[in-house]
């Protein structure tokens, strides 16, 4: 609207004209908001609320008269309340371009005030203070003019006569001293630090080159058992044949010799052994013979002995018993010799040799024995009055 005045968020808008003014001022301030300003009768002025930059570049002296040009910066704005709103509006307000100038005068006055009192040691090692001490000193003034100030730096101190060059001059030695050892340890153990990384470099190039040596020939011992593969698969095929073959020789020689044990060696041990029991049979046979004759001639002639003795004692006694037995006795060679010829024509078997001879004969002779007995006990006993004589063996 053309009567409507809005001030911006950084300005405070200042009317003039009004005869009732609600602030002790003789203008009325709005900030914020918008106002009605009548034309004619009132008038509307903006007073900037902005922060501002004052550089201070001042020649100071210090308490040892020490030349220094100090360069500071100081950051400061009008005030947000009405009264220094109020009284930076009587000084600034139309002169608002030469704020900073002005204020930097005043802020490079306190500045030389309080370096002088202050050695180039202190200003050096405590800027902080000399800033915050020119702050304190510059604020009656400042808040007269309206001012806040936000914030003052010292930047820079410089030195014409070379005092602060020659002041830090041990200490740059010393720096310079440290720095060279310390470059000269940097400088070593980066030496030392480049040898390990050569030697892990030569020892990882040795391993690698070793590795790909064990590699190249397990690829070439590879490629040699891929190329002998075939011959040795032949060879190993051939072993195999040739194994097998001799396996197969060695159970027809085996099988050769069991037929020539089962078709040859047993049928000629079983007819050798046949031949060698037939010659032992007619061995013991023949032997048999003979000694049944040899026995049966003996007995004979003990029979024929004891017979004659017999006989002769029966014809000296008259006994009858003796001359049945004579006639016994007389007949026992034709029996043993029957019983001879017997076993002779026999195929009997003796297994004891010559006692089985004597055996048999022996029975044959005992049943003859048995025999006499046998008439013995059958003949009655003469008498004794008036039997009858016995008769002469040529009666009976």
């Not at 100090?70 to 109020?86: E, H, L």
């Not at 808040?143 to 200490?171: C, F, M, R, S, W």
Request: contains cysteine.
């Amino acid at each position: 609207m053309l009567f409507w005045h809005v001030p911006a968020p950084n300005e405070a808008m200042l009317i003039s004209g009004s005869k009732r003014q609600a602030q002790e001022t003789q203008f009325r301030i709005v900030t914020g908001h918008g106002s009605f300003v009548l034309p004619i009768k009132q008038k509307a002025r903006m007073l900037s609320l902005a922060l501002r930059e004052a550089e201070i570049v001042e020649e100071c002296v210090t308490q040892q008269g020490i030349r220094l040009n100090v360069r500071a910066v100081a950051v400061f704005k009008v005030g947000d309340d009405s009264t220094s709103i109020a009284n930076a509006a009587r000084r600034f307000l139309t002169e608002q371009d030469r704020m900073e100038e002005l204020s930097g005068r005043i802020f490079a006055g306190h500045l030389r005030s309080i370096v002088g009192g202050l050695t180039v040691e202190q200003i050096i090692r405590e800027r902080d203070r000399v800033a915050q001490e020119v702050k304190e000193a510059s604020h009656t003034e400042m808040e007269k003019l309206g001012i806040v100030v936000d914030a003052l730096q010292i930047q820079e101190i410089a030195d014409a006569t070379g005092y602060i060059d020659n002041l830090a001059a041990p200490h740059a030695a010393a720096v310079a001293s440290q720095a060279r050892i310390a470059q000269a340890k940097a400088d070593q153990e980066a030496a030392e630090r480049e040898q390990q990384a050569a030697a892990l470099k030569a020892e990882y190039e040795r391993d690698t080159a070793i590795k790909r040596a064990g590699f190249l020939a397990e690829t070439e011992q590879s490629n040699a058992r891929a190329a002998q593969a075939g011959p040795l698969a032949e060879a190993r095929a051939s072993q195999e044949v040739i194994e097998e073959q001799t396996a197969l020789a060695q159970r027809q020689a085996g099988l050769a010799a069991q037929r020539l044990e089962a078709e040859v060696r047993r049928p000629a041990d079983a007819e050798a052994y046949r031949q060698r029991t037939l010659a032992e049979a007619q061995r013991d046979q023949a032997k048999f013979e003979a000694d049944g004759r040899a026995y049966t001639e003996r007995t004979i002639a003990q029979a024929q002995a004891d017979a004659n003795t017999a006989r002769a004692a029966s014809l000296r006694d008259g006994n009858q018993e003796l001359i049945a037995a004579n006639r016994v006795v007389e007949n026992l060679p034709a029996l043993a010799e029957a019983a001879a010829q017997g076993i002779a024509g026999s195929r009997l078997t003796i297994l004891n040799g010559t006692e089985g001879v004597n055996e048999v004969a022996s029975g044959v002779v005992a049943q003859g024995l048995a025999l006499l007995e046998t008439l013995r006990n059958s003949t009655p006993a003469p008498s004794m009055n008036g039997a009858a004589p016995a008769s002469t063996p040529e009666q009976a």
